[in-house]
């Protein structure tokens, strides 16, 4: 294991040969803290880990979690007692020849923090489909990388009152937003795309799924189309950020979709704080 | 048109903040030069001009040359009479809400000089078939973009032999190298994938198609398949980079394949410096 750079953002960038920068090598997270503590702190951190090793950069879940350790003593105070967000960019590391990555070379990693994103409106959101598809390549499905080019341009399409676009893949089917998961309610059952076809698998998706199969209610991991969102037979849709939460559908490019606070319970991030 | 901010990457690295290192947000350019001219210097200025107004990226080209300039100027005599690589990196800036990228955002340059990378052996170089699947987003198809993490996990598959692996997309068709466009010689016409399945049209593809039809040959730009390659029409596969040219396959996963140096004399870099 080749110990990680650490650069701290309010010192500076990475260097200017560094691989993310150059070719998106690398991932990210965003972490909600409250204080020194993170909600969901270790999935962030396994997420980081797993997705680091299909990619072939080395990094240990101990160097990530004495990271953030560092980062909430350092900025807690920063935020009084207001949450905060911590990002972690993890790069493969700088330099190399070309796109060919070096297996010796030494990950860097970023850190930094920054206010919370305004909250979400909890009577529900307005959202449109996007006019960006989504492609996922399978190697790297549900990998929170850096090359999030697709994202980017399906978020310029947001104005002042849109909340969120889903991007639909080549077939038609819906997978996600720019920047959240999709879970439907229909017949009393939930639906939410498979991970094996999202572009970023999220970790409150993960935790939200098996707290509701642990209660005894029924989960479908399968391709969520558009009749399935505007049927009669949808009970609502959540979008999933773990750091916005759940979050109602109110209005889909125009049509209304029914908004219940069944979710708003589950989800408390002061339980989640680790 | 808001004026870009310029970063000599001997200086240090762009901000921590750089929308390029956190979303593959950016463009980039590799330019091969003598001295302080480059070869097809307007083609490569054209194509990030022209796809970071795809992007909504503000630059000109008049602000590009400029820069060439100055670096042709600062680092010409670093490389004595050798060869070298000028690297533009264009990132949509720093900061910013997440994905949304903000209209009135001045871009950043990041500019480096590196020495030329070693030359294919022009008797014919090895190149393999890709494990990693090619997905080209139709919208960004053919952008050089810094979105680029796909290239990267096929890189890593290049051994010391091979000097470039050949992706296929959900098809199967034949797209592209790592770094090189593909251009199949077969019935004494030329076959290349059209611009529109491309992760990147190369400035030689382009210079190279026009030449060929100039000269009365027959180009079709349709999908390349594995047949064609290594049937016995083909009398011969070229890998096109404006840095190392074109170069021709010699075997391609263990199979033998004709070489014959019908392009080696068409492209000469000397005759293209600008």
């Known amino acids: 294991m080749v110990a990680l750079r650490l650069f701290w953002a309010e010192a500076g960038g990475l260097p200017a040969d560094d691989r993310g920068l150059a070719y998106g090598d690398g991932l990210f997270e965003t972490i909600r803290m409250a204080g020194q503590k993170g909600v969901l702190l270790s999935r962030h951190l396994e997420r980081m880990v797993r997705?680091?090793?299909?990619?072939?950069?080395?990094?240990?879940?101990?160097?990530?979690?004495?990271?953030?350790?560092?980062a909430g003593q350092r900025f807690a105070e920063r935020f009084n007692d207001?949450?905060?967000?911590?990002?972690?960019?993890?790069?493969?590391?700088?330099?190399?020849?070309?796109?060919?990555?070096?297996?010796?070379?030494?990950?860097?990693?970023?850190?930094?923090?920054?206010?919370?994103?305004?909250?979400?409106?909890?009577?529900?959101?307005?959202?449109?489909f996007s006019r960006v598809p989504l492609t996922v390549n399978p190697l790297l499905a549900g990998i929170k990388s850096l090359s999030r080019l697709e994202q980017v341009?399906?978020?310029?399409?947001?104005?002042?009152?849109?909340?969120?676009?889903?991007?639909?893949?080549?077939?038609?089917?819906?997978?996600?937003?720019?920047?959240?998961?999709?879970?439907?309610?229909?017949?009393?059952?939930?639906?939410?795309?498979?991970?094996?076809?999202?572009?970023?698998?999220g970790v409150l998706r993960?935790?939200?799924?098996?707290?509701?199969?642990?209660?005894?209610?029924?989960?479908?991991?399968?391709?969520?189309?558009?009749?399935?969102?505007?049927?009669?037979?949808c009970q609502g849709l959540f979008l999933l950020n773990s750091v916005l939460g759940i979050v109602p559908v109110r209005t889909i490019a125009g049509h209304d979709l029914p908004v219940d606070g069944v979710l708003a319970t589950i989800f408390n991030p002061l339980e989640l704080l680790e």
Chains 1, 2 share one sequence.
């Open 51 to 70: 997705d680091a090793r299909r990619l072939g950069i080395k990094v240990s879940r101990q160097e990530l979690a004495t990271v953030c350790t560092q």
């Open 82 to 128: 207001q949450d905060w967000v911590l990002k972690l960019t993890l790069t493969r590391g700088a330099g190399g020849r070309g796109y060919r990555p070096d297996p010796g070379m030494a990950p860097n990693l970023l850190v930094s923090a920054s206010p919370m994103p305004p909250a979400a409106d909890a009577s529900g959101v307005m959202v449109d």
């Open 153 to 201: 341009m399906a978020a310029a399409e947001l104005g002042s009152a849109l909340f969120e676009v889903i991007m639909s893949d080549s077939d038609g089917n819906l997978v996600e937003g720019t920047r959240t998961n999709l879970l439907l309610r229909k017949n009393d059952t939930w639906i939410t795309p498979p991970s094996a076809c999202l572009a970023v698998a």
């Open 206 to 233: 993960q935790w939200l799924l098996e707290r509701l199969r642990q209660s005894g209610q029924a989960v479908f991991e399968r391709p969520l189309t558009v009749p399935d969102v505007l049927g009669s037979e």
